[in-house]
């Protein structure tokens, strides 16, 4: 089992150092779903907290499209958090329903040889298997997802439909709700290995098994 916990700032980075983080999804603007980490943040956070680091990499609130001029942007914050030494993006854009196949190729070359999690964007995706079938051919190494559903709970048996797809080419990140008293819940229902919560949410129990 691993953990991923979103934080917004140095002071939660070093809670969940000392709780069950086995990496952070760094962000700002959680209220908005997530943006961009401010560079002082992230450089903070990279000098005291020995964990891997994720960057969302979004510029705006609303929908995930991206025109020319904010490409380019991400392309350039892109460019500058691997300048100073990131371990992975989180990004995603969608076109007509699915997966935006050229933008996120611009993204993900840009991104290279980083590992990139498609975020939870894909959510809002029209058919879920299909366009996991996308991100494994362009090669995206995670995706962050509840089963198209509000909760990780409702999207069960979806989320096992997609770990079973996934198989050894991609990380299904199951996010959405999980909390220490259904996270066993969750796992068996779902097969999946990765989670993801909040910083907000209560921790997992130290003790429990990382292998």
């Known amino acids: 089992m691993r953990i991923e916990r979103c934080v917004e700032n140095l002071e939660q980075a070093i809670l969940v150092e000392h709780e069950d983080a086995d990496r952070l999804e760094l962000c700002s603007r959680l209220d908005l779903d997530g943006l961009t980490p401010g560079q002082k943040t992230f450089l903070s956070i990279r000098e005291k907290v020995p964990l891997p680091i994720r960057a969302m990499i979004r510029i705006h609130p609303g929908p995930f499209v991206a025109d020319s001029q904010t490409l380019e942007e991400m392309i350039q914050q892109i460019s500058w958090f691997k300048e100073n030494k990131v371990d992975g993006f989180v990004l995603g ?56 559903c509000p909760t990780a709970k409702e999207g069960a048996p979806m989320l096992q439909k997609l770990v079973s ?47």
């Not at 259904?182 to 990765?194: D, F, G, H, P, V």
Request: glycine content about 6%.
């Open 93 to 148: 854009l969608l076109k007509d329903g699915n997966i935006d196949v050229e933008g996120c190729q611009s993204l993900l070359e840009e991104c290279h040889p980083l590992p990139v999690t498609f975020h939870k964007a894909f959510d809002a995706c029209e058919n879920l298997e299909e366009n996991l079938s996308t991100l494994i051919k362009m090669g995206f190494e995670s995706v962050l997802t509840s089963g198209g």
């Open 165 to 211: 797809l996934a198989g050894n080419h991609i990380h299904v990140i199951v996010a959405g709700k999980v909390r220490p008293y259904n996270l066993s819940e969750i796992e068996r229902e779902t097969k999946a290995s990765y989670f993801h919560y909040r910083v907000d949410e209560k921790t997992i129990p130290k003790q429990r098994n990382r292998t």
